[in-house]
């Protein structure tokens, strides 16, 4: 019987036991917590890289939609392409959607308009309260800065010349 008793008073963890596991628990996430960091700044680099490629292929198609339809100036609302009021200067780059403008020389409210109208229903916010992007022009060009991340990367549309270009700080 005294053999029993002494199997009930093993049956727990020693106290070096837990400082052990404890210890190997502790040094786990001191490596393990900068990598999470790092993963994090490395999915909004993803997120940016990703939009500025669906912007690219957007301006790249309706720019296609206006050379399968024939045309060699500038056009308003260009059929087969999107939601058919997509607007391209006479290079047939997206210019605008509602303004109807032909012109590459773009405003905040033109470069809303074509990152909506050719980004469509599943374009990141651009406007209203918290945006993913915030929109500015310089120099004629439209550039979208991720808000995400307050890392001021920016996605640049050129009008002119339909070149998107990154910038990933």
């Not at 339809?69 to 308003?76: D, P, R």
């Not at 980004?119 to 004629?140: E, F, H, K, M």
Request: glycine share 8%; proline share 3%.
């Amino acid at each position: 019987m005294a053999q029993g008793m002494d199997r009930k008073k093993q049956a727990g963890f020693t106290l070096i036991e837990l400082v052990v596991v404890i210890a190997i628990l502790a040094i786990l996430a001191a490596f393990a917590l900068p990598r999470f960091a790092q993963l994090s700044e490395q999915a909004h680099q993803s997120t940016i890289r990703a939009t500025a490629g669906a912007l690219a292929a957007g301006v790249a198609l309706a720019k296609t939609q206006w050379v399968a339809n024939g045309f060699t100036s500038a056009q308003t609302n260009i059929e087969g392409f999107g939601n058919d009021n997509v607007d391209v200067s006479e290079n047939g780059w997206p210019v605008s959607v509602a303004s109807d403008a032909s012109t590459p020389v773009m405003t905040v409210t033109t470069c809303e308009e074509v990152w909506l109208g050719v980004l469509q229903s599943n374009a990141p916010t651009v406007n209203g309260t918290n945006p993913d992007y915030a929109i500015t022009v310089s120099g004629g060009d439209c550039i979208f800065t991720y808000q995400l991340d307050e890392q001021d990367s920016t996605i640049t549309y050129d009008a002119d010349t339909g070149e998107i270009a990154t910038t990933i700080n």
